[in-house]
């Protein structure tokens, strides 16, 4: 059965700690920003939620899941150039 690509979960991570730390910090004057700002990391933690249900569902059918860094995925060993 083919594997079904996934996100790693660790951009939802960065992705996070970014708007966290550095996004909510930068509108801290801004009450309709920070509201935004919060709004956005919920539905980031809830997608990361999401895909973790996915992932568990995936697990208990037997369909192999695998984590990608990036779209620009080649289905190929590393090392192979043929």
Known sequence: ??????????HYELILQLLERQTMSAASNNPELRHQVNQLIITLRKAAAQQKQLEETCQASSVPVEHRWSINHHNQPIGRSD
């Open 1 to 10: 059965m083919e594997q079904l690509p996934l996100p790693s979960p660790i």
